[in-house]
Nanobody, 117 residues
Framework: QVQLVESGGGLVQPGGSLRLSCAASEIIFSYYDMFWYRQAPGKKRELVAE???????SYSDSVKGRFTISRDNSQNTLYLQMNSLKTEDTAVYYCRARSLLIDADYWGQGTQVTVSS
C-alpha cells in the first residue's frame, strides 16, 4: 500500500526554521514528480514548491528565497527546508507524488506548521 508520511512540523517563532520530511513507501520514487502544498484555515490548498524527476525546482512567489525543496531518491524521501518563517506560513503542509509515466497520484496526510510568537 502506497504511503506518504510527512513529519517535522511544529510550533516555531517568526524568523525561525523548520525542515519537513515526506517518506514514501511502495512507490518507485524516481518515477514521481514531488510537490509540497499547504492549506491555511479558511483558505484553499496552494502549491508551495515542486521538484521534478530531473531535480528541477520551482517555488511560489510567497516562499521563493526562503524555502528549499529537495529529494533523496535513495531514501525515498522529500524535504522542505523552511527558513525565515512568517506567521502567514502557518498551515497544514502536504506532500504529493505524481507520476505522468504511470498515471499515479498520491497525497500524504499532512503536518501542521504553526508560526507564532
Amino acid at each position: 500500500q502506497v504511503q506518504l508520511v510527512e513529519s517535522g512540523g511544529g510550533l516555531v517563532q517568526p524568523g525561525g526554521s523548520l525542515r519537513l520530511s515526506c517518506a514514501a513507501s511502495e512507490i518507485i520514487f524516481s518515477y514521481y514528480d514531488m510537490f509540497w502544498y499547504r492549506q491555511a484555515p479558511g483558505k484553499k490548498r496552494e502549491l508551495v514548491a515542486e521538484i521534478g524527476r530531473d531535480g528541477s525546482e520551482s517555488y511560489s512567489d510567497s516562499v521563493k528565497g526562503r524555502f528549499t525543496i529537495s529529494r533523496d531518491n535513495s531514501q525515498n524521501t522529500l524535504y522542505l527546508q523552511m527558513n525565515s518563517l512568517k506567521t502567514e506560513d502557518t498551515a497544514v503542509y502536504y506532500c504529493r507524488a505524481r507520476s505522468l509515466l504511470i498515471d499515479a497520484d498520491y497525497w500524504g496526510q499532512g503536518t501542521q506548521v504553526t508560526v507564532s510568537s
